[in-house]
């Protein structure tokens, strides 16, 4: 079974890979630069690293993970170069 996290994660990938939203009605969703493969999140004075995996759809490749403390998803494409 998927985890929660996981098909949120999912969602948002897929709507952004067919049709280029960043928009979810229960998330946010951060594009980060392009290869980005970690972000550190600020709350307050204070960060936490989260650490995005690899999706790969409609042979489009893209880093993304969820921040359950924030509600946020983290997006970033793998460039071409």
């Known amino acids: 079974m998927i985890s929660e ?9 897929e709507r952004f890979i067919h049709t280029g939203s ?3 009605e229960h998330v946010k969703v ?26 790969h759809l409609d042979d489009k490749v893209i880093w993304a993970s969820y921040s ?3 509600g946020t998803v983290y997006l970033s494409l ?3 170069h």
């Open 5 to 13: 996290e996981k098909q949120i994660i999912l969602r948002v990938v």
């Open 22 to 24: 960043l928009v979810d």
């Open 30 to 55: 951060t594009c980060l630069p392009d290869n980005k493969t970690s972000f550190v999140e600020q709350a307050g004075d204070y960060g936490r690293t989260i650490l995005l995996d690899e999706y």
């Open 68 to 70: 359950p403390r924030s």
């Open 78 to 80: 793998k460039s071409a």
